[in-house]
């Protein structure tokens, strides 16, 4: 992999990991109430879902982009296409909702756990994948060394997007709560998605 196709797929993510959906929820939810560490421990369980899903898209399509090309381009517009329904449905949905409530203290382990299945439990953060990675990057050449590349730029980019959410919600707790702001998240995140549609639609392979 070159360093412009890591680059790029550090920017992709972000942008999807940027959205607030049920992970940033659950997170936000526990560091209104919980220790630091647990709200750390959460966000490194999220990006370990991440990391699940990430290796099953790398083995599974692999093999689908080597034996079926015709497939491998129908995923990749469903792809550019179930990302620009996102963008719209963000757009127009209103508020990302607000109702986030304080978890009961738990172990460092068990708030692991909990982000881990918060992910593994959110379909989209399949679909993401499925729609990102074989776009951008050309899956049938990762070897192993490009293998642990993805695995580190994805825990990294996961990171720098929850960790934000964890110390605002610890410092500022009614900044998420005040609908202009989260209005403008979302028109945000809506715009970016959708570029990132348009981007992949028009992308050779």
Known sequence: MTFSTIATYA???FVVALIPG?????????ALGTSFSESLAMAVG???GDLV???AVILGLAVVAQTFGVVFLVIKYVGAAYLAWM???????GIVRTDVVATRRASVLQALMSGLFVTLGNPKAMLFYLALVPTLIDITTVT????VVLILVSVAVLLVVTVPYIMLAAKARDLLRHPAALKRLNQASATF????AGYIAIRSN
């Open 87 to 93: 963008a719209y449905k963000i757009w127009t949905s």
């Open 11 to 13: 920017l992709a993510l």
């Open 144 to 147: 192993l060394s490009d293998y």
């Open 193 to 196: 998605l959708a570029g990132t």
């Open 53 to 55: 899903f990430l290796t």
């Open 22 to 30: 049920p992970g940033i929820t659950a997170l936000v939810a526990r």
């Open 46 to 48: 999220i990006a370990l």
